[in-house]
């Protein structure tokens, strides 16, 4: 299983972005799906999950700014950012948990990551 993540780059305060991670390969269920990120020197921090069912979590930080949403069909999952602000700066990863047959429980799998860099 293979994930792409595109969609970053640079924008300036109070922009948006939008995110998005294509899964490709044996895929029988995705489980769950995320967004994580790393700023320079930091470690890396979740930013907002949804589950199969469409139940959806966020970090304090991006409630109400970012939205997290998912194309069951494309496998693919997004990343809507908006209000955005140099402490957004980071590289964006996805991530997505994966069963390959039906009786696979299933393990992570991580995208490459995307800069998202904002100015301001």
């Known amino acids: 299983v293979q994930l792409q993540a595109s969609g970053g780059g640079l924008v300036q305060a109070g922009g948006s972005l939008r995110l998005s991670c294509a899964a490709s390969?044996?895929?029988?269920?995705?489980?769950?799906l995320g967004w994580y990120r790393q700023a320079p020197g930091k470690q890396r921090e979740l930013v907002a999950t949804?589950?199969?069912?469409?139940?959806?979590t966020y970090a304090d930080s991006v409630k109400d700014r970012f939205t997290i949403s998912k194309d069951n069909a494309k496998n693919t999952v997004y990343l809507q950012m908006n209000s955005l602000s140099p402490e957004d700066t980071a590289v964006y990863y996805c991530?997505?948990?994966?069963?390959?047959?039906?009786?696979?429980?299933?393990?992570?799998?991580w995208g490459t990551g995307t800069l998202v860099t904002v100015s301001s």
């Open positions: 991530n997505m948990h994966v069963a390959t047959t039906i009786t696979d429980l299933g393990m992570d799998y």
């Open positions: 390969g044996r895929i029988f269920v995705i489980n769950a």
């Open positions: 949804i589950t199969r069912g469409g139940t959806t």
